[in-house]
Structure formats: C-alpha cells, structure tokens
C-alpha cells in the first residue's frame, strides 16, 4: 500500500507534459542508483532496497538494506499504512487532518527461503516480535536472518485488529514476478480519532479503524 501522487506531485510543478518529464529525469537522477539486480523489477517493488534511511522499521535497523513490506490481506496493509498516517498527526499536533489521498494497493507473488514467527518454535517469543513500539529484537533477528540467507519472514500484523499475517521479504530475489499481479486506488482520509480507507469505485469497500485499534491494539 503506497502512496500515489508521485505524478500529480511534479505535475502541480510544471506546464506542461514535456517540462514535467524534464522534472521527473533531473528527480530520477538524484535518487541512489539502483543496486544490481533491480534492473527488472516494476519501480513499486525495487524502490524499498533503493535506499538506507536513517530511521528504522520493524525488520530494518537504521542504514540497514532494504525490506519491502506486504500483507496476506487487503485489511492488513490498509491497516499498516492507517497506523503510519495517524503516527504522523499524532507526531504533530497543529496539523490539521489529512484529506483523502490515493494510495495504490498492490499484490505481488513472492517464495523463498522463509521463517514463520507465528508459528513453533519462534511463536514461543511472539511478545518480542508483536512489540508496539520497540522494534529492537525484530531487527536483530531480521540481521541474524540475512546472514542464514533468508529471504521472507512471515509475521502477526500488531496494526490489524484481527491480527493477520504479514510478509518482510528482505531481498528483491524474493519476488516471483517482476511486476504486480494486480494494482487499485484506495482514497485514505485520516483525524487523530480514526482512518477512514475506500475504494476509489461507487458502493465499493471501505474499511475504518479507530485510534484505540491502530495505537493500543
């Protein structure tokens, strides 16, 4: 689940469609290079290894290398990318609510070597990997991982208030396909009392999760 107003964003930004194209160039070439083996895969999957942010994620400690994050379910990742939006107003407090933005949602196909912390032996130290905040002991083993060769770790969703599984695949190698098998818009509006998520088709599905959901469990 991404946002998606890469195209709108540079579009607001230029006059027409030649000088947008001129701005997207001189953006892409200011980005990190790709690291070998991206070449073929759709932008929407290479991008996560494309960079070593400072800060942290669940399975990737600050600098580490790239971890592309998905769920089993639509409602999983809808209530990932939920979490992340109201982080941020709860993170700033004169900012006002976030208007509905389009996001993609994506599924992609992956295999590989992999470990199940939702089940034996490692669901035995569930309370380490379902921390709310403190994602210390998940990054060690995400390292510790790496180094076995490893390339998926399946693991419980804490945002999802039915608490599905979700999928780190630590390596782009993990992808069967090069390109999504399915994409659609999803408008997500988010107050510091509740994400609203629907889909961007008339009568289509909408999913809402509170701030006690998505912050408490």
Avoid: N
């Avoid at 980005?31 to 942010?53: I, S, V």
């Avoid at 939006?85 to 996001?103: E, I, N, Y």
């Amino acid at each position: 689940m991404v946002e998606a107003q890469h195209t709108a964003s540079t579009m607001r930004l230029a006059a027409g469609v030649a000088e947008q194209a001129q701005l997207e160039s001189i953006l892409e070439a200011s980005k990190p290079a790709l690291p070998a083996g991206l070449e073929r895969l759709h932008y929407l999957l290479a991008t996560p290894f494309r960079y070593r942010p400072p800060s942290g994620s669940r399975f990737r400690g600050p600098f580490d290398a790239g971890v592309w994050y998905g769920a089993e379910e639509l409602r999983t990742a809808l209530a990932e990318k939920s979490y992340w939006q109201l982080k941020f107003l709860l993170d700033s407090p004169a900012t006002p609510a976030l208007r509905p933005v389009p996001h993609t949602a994506l599924s992609a196909a992956a295999r590989g070597a992999s470990i199940d912390l939702t089940a034996k032996p490692l669901s035995r130290d569930r309370a380490q990997w379902t921390l709310r905040g403190d994602y210390g002991p998940a990054q060690v083993l995400a390292r510790l991982a790496r180094e076995a060769r490893i390339e998926i770790i399946r693991y419980e969703s804490v945002r999802d208030p039915q608490r599905a599984a979700c999928a780190a695949l630590l390596t782009p190698a993990a992808f069967a396909k090069p390109a999504p098998l399915a994409e659609e818009t999803w408008f997500i509006a988010a107050g510091r009392a509740r994400v609203s998520c629907a889909r961007d088709v008339r009568g289509g599905p909408a999913y809402e999760f509170t701030t006690r959901q998505l912050i408490e469990g």
